[in-house]
Nanobody
């Protein structure tokens, strides 16, 4: 199984910002796409963002589009998700994931243990 390690979750006030980090030590990030799904309690997993290794660009789901930026540090085998203007509905466990079909379909295959994000006053 592919190892994916997330960090950067925590608490934020509404309107605040957080940056999540995912490290994938076994992957060639020029060949694979890496990004984020999230899951709120009692709900399914929702695609958030994806960085395409071959395309060298990010793709975004509707929930954080315009409020997030995904980036890659290839030399560190790392992707970052910078989130801003966070809202209570962003509260969820965020999972770093590989994408089964690149960034062209919101389907994950491997995932990490997750990092918790809580947004409240």
């Amino acid at each position: 199984q592919v190892q994916l390690v997330e960090s950067g979750g925590g608490v934020a006030q509404p309107g605040g910002s957080l940056q999540l980090t995912c490290t994938a030590p076994e992957l060639d990030l020029d060949a694979y796409s890496l990004g984020w799904f999230r899951q709120a309690p009692g709900k399914g997993r929702e695609g958030v963002a994806c960085f395409s290794g071959p395309d060298r660009r990010g793709f975004y789901g509707n929930s954080l589009k315009g409020r997030a930026t995904i980036s890659r540090e290839k030399g560190k085998n790392t992707v970052h998700l910078s989130m801003r203007n966070l809202q209570p509905e962003d509260t969820a466990t965020y999972y770093c994931t590989t994408f089964a079909y690149g960034c062209y379909e919101w389907v994950y295959d491997y995932w990490g243990q997750g990092t918790h994000v809580a947004v409240s006053a």
